[in-house]
T-cell receptor, first 113, second 114 residues
Framework: DQQVKQNSPSLSVQEGRISILNCDYT??????FLWYKKYPAEGPTFLISISSIKDKNEDGRFTVFLNKSAKHLSLHIVPSQPGDSAVYFCAAIGSFGNEKLTFGTGTRLTIIP | KAGVTQTPRYLIKTRGQQVTLSCSPISGHRSVSWYQQTPGQGLQFLFE???????NKGNFPGRFSGRQFSNSRSEMNVSTLELGDSALYLCASSFTVSGANVLTFGAGSRLTVL
């Protein structure tokens, strides 16, 4: 039962354009969401997060949007740069106990120069 | 400060064998979590240890086990290896029980089962 879903396994975007990565979740008890980025041969690294009390969080070129009613979040990268080519994982957690982070299946983003 | 260190980085085993993977967390971090990454499945949670106690466990068979030592270093063991156990095993540490804390991941141990 995949509670966090990234339905696009891959995405290609022209350098300088906007990259939009999507993530859907099914558990309405999730209240904190994170994005991690992973390069080959390295572990995932934290990118940006958002609490369910917000609908947007911005950090430089990265913005995460949360639509609680649709149980959907998205990561926008603008402008996209070649160094952004990586696998992006969204993750979610709920504050309803001794919970662990639940990750999506990942989206491989390729930025085309 | 040094990051999360996982050893070995790569290993090849055959079906039926067992394997032990090691993880040294960031100094001062007391929580260690383990994840399995396979194509199409993303990161699947294995277990989390905090102060030598297993705090949480994912949906993996009993062949997967782990432990944490007093210095916060952790090991995970997989017995009676199956072909489907081939994966990247990632360890992550955080200062407290992971919760919503940001996890710092190691580079992983890539296991191939033949």
């Amino acid at each position: 039962d995949q509670q966090v879903k990234q339905n696009s396994p891959s995405l290609s975007v022209q350098e300088g354009r906007i990259s939009i990565l999507n993530c859907d979740y099914t558990n309405s008890m999730f209240d904190y969401f994170l994005w991690y980025k992973k390069y080959p041969a390295e572990g995932p690294t934290f990118l940006i997060s958002i609490s369910s009390i917000k609908d947007k969080n911005e950090d430089g070129r990265f913005t995460v949007f949360l639509n609680k009613s649709a149980k959907h979040l998205s990561l926008h990268i603008v402008p996209s740069q070649p160094g952004d080519s990586a696998v992006y994982f969204c993750a979610a957690i709920g504050s309803f106990g001794n919970e662990k982070l639940t990750f999506g299946t990942g989206t491989r983003l390729t930025i085309i120069p | 400060k040094a990051g999360v260190t996982q050893t070995p980085r790569y290993l090849i085993k055959t079906r039926g064998q067992q394997v032990t993977l090691s993880c040294s967390p960031i100094s001062g971090h007391r929580s260690v979590s383990w994840y399995q990454q396979t194509p199409g499945q993303g990161l699947q949670f294995l277990f989390e240890y905090f102060s030598e106690t297993q705090r949480n466990k994912g949906n993996f068979p009993g062949r997967f086990s782990g432990r944490q030592f007093s210095n916060s270093r952790s090991e995970m063991n997989v017995s009676t290896l199956e072909l489907g156990d081939s994966a990247l095993y990632l360890c992550a540490s955080s200062f407290t029980v992971s919760g919503a804390n940001v996890l710092t991941f190691g580079a992983g141990s890539r296991l191939t089962v033949l």
